[in-house]
């Protein structure tokens, strides 16, 4: 049985992917630290209380399920969408993912690197549209575009992103 | 932008229709298309992991600049302020940081309501003249008038001839002349220390684990809530209990195999001195004493209706046109079982005196059983006879009323006693009696004083403390 340290080095490696699922069907950042927050909980109540974990972040993944779920259910009038068996699926995407950590956490701190060194207009996008939840007409507003090219340029941020996070990784990529 | 890419960024921005959403759970069915919705969604994260740090680095920078916190959600989110409050929050509790703390208020404000209702108020003492008194304070020799405050470290000195009360709390302590007191810090209750002389005390209800302590040269003295005499000198604690119990500590050296403390129970005396060894016997031998100042010659028993107590337990000289009035009581134990008979009677019958007695040791059920009225012709002075020639110079066949008729007592009970005389000199009254073994028709013998004990109990009419005759 793995001990308390070694239970809580295993959730916080695991941290950015479990952020991840839960931001990716939130939505929205600050309910998804709060639901992250939530499950942290429960697993150092749990580690504290003996129960045996045998895969800290399929568990903490199974609770941020269940958490997900409560979430969509008290914000039925706010017109989310919530689909169990895209749950399903991502679990399983992430579920796969769950041997290549030392790869994703590499490629997380790539990403944000990459993120710093990015245009202070491309920042202020990402911003107005990722931290703020504003619609792209309200993006192209501020920033004096069109919806469309709010689109567009996001896309291209983003693929700008991947490039320079694989640039990064390339001498240690498996 | 593939298609995929394009269904996640619908899927994000919450523009996915039915369709749509059915296309990409299509995708999610290959591998391919899991590895993808990974890759975005890690893209995802990290622009929030990145723009969070970034934000609340340059909150940090700007903090000196624009002291005034900016309010809502969209300029200060809370997970910036603070990245874990709730991570915090629960190792603060695993660690028991909270209990600890709380437990220490607690004990904080017990402490507070502890020092505030009792030692603050146990510190001070008030002491009331009644003669010639001095407190010793700082060096200083304060002259005792009326009522004075006291506080530990005072010093308490009664000469004179009469008794300065001591009052502390609902205690009331009569110190009387030659005695030196001093007032200590209150560590676990009241305090005090007793070099030499004689007091009685009256102790309120004290607190179980925080006693009233006396301190002698040789013993101390422990009381919860009692009525008892001190005697102290260089060498020697005698320790006289009317009511409770109270437990003696000798503070010297003890003798092999005797013990160190003693409880001495009511109606019960102990004396811690060297080479006595610590018990507690019988208190016998005496009545309890006290006084009465009426304003005119009165029936004697009703002076405790008509005059005032004399707060003291030496003889008071009575003022003018004023009579004094002494009173004695306590518990009669029968010897043996059988017919009793009692005589009253005053050095040549000069004074009036009543003798009462209960059929049991209740004060309420007394009654008078003999009487004597006394002569008025009283002029000369009259000298103070020893024991034996007391008993010749008694006057026992004076009147018919100084004799009681018999009476039947048991042996091991206790009777209560009461004693009126019309006059302080307590010396010139002798009670007689006539025990089973006792000729009918002799001479009265005066009473064995083995079979006298004092009054333990209080009463409603006089709750002053008697002291020895």
Known sequence: ?174 | MSRLDHLLAAWHHGTLSAEELLELKLHLQTREGRAALIDYWAVNECIHTALSVAQAEATEVEKPRSPAPAVGRQTTPRHRLFLFPKLVWHELRITWAWPFWGAAALGLILLSIQLYFEWIPACTATAQAQGQATVQRHNRQIPLTGSMALYPGDQLRVAGSSATRLTWGGTSIEVNPGTDIEILNPVRGKRLSVAMGHLIASVSSQPRLRPLRIKTPSAEVRVVGTRFSLNVTQDTTRLEVMHGAVRLMKTISTLAGEPSDIVVQEGQLAVAAPGVTLAARPLTGFLSQDFWIAPSQPELSTASRTGVAWSGSSIPSPGQGSNVVAKMRGYLLAPQTGSYTFWIATLNGESGAELWLSPDDNPSKKERIARLTGRTDTGKPTQVPTNLAAARSMDWRREPGQKSAPRILREGTRYYLEVWASTPRVEALAIGWHTPVDSDTGPPRMIDPQALAPFTGVDALDDQPGGRP
Not at chain 1, 47 to 55: F, K, M, P, R, T
């Open chain 1, 1 to 174: 049985m793995a001990s308390t340290e070694e239970l809580t080095t295993g959730f916080l490696a695991g941290r950015h992917t479990l952020f991840a699922f839960i931001y990716g069907f939130v939505k929205n950042p600050h309910d998804a630290e709060d639901i992250f927050q939530e499950v942290w909980v429960r697993f150092s109540r749990a580690v504290s209380s003996g129960v045996e974990i045998a895969e800290p972040q399929k568990w903490c993944r199974g609770t941020a399920r269940n958490l997900i779920l409560h979430y969509w259910r008290d914000r039925r009038g706010e017109k989310l969408v919530g689909d169990e068996e895209l749950l399903d699926l991502v679990e399983l995407s992430f579920a796969e993912q769950d041997g290549n950590q030392e790869y994703w956490r590499l490629r997380q701190e790539a990403l944000t690197e990459c993120v710093k060194e990015l245009p202070a207009r491309s920042r202020e996008l990402l911003q107005l549209k990722y931290e703020e939840d504003l619609s792209a007409e309200a993006v192209g507003d501020k920033l004096a575009l069109s919806a469309a090219a709010v689109w567009m340029s996001l896309s291209r941020v983003r693929k700008l992103l991947r490039e320079c996070a694989e640039r990064k990784l390339r001498p240690v990529q498996p």
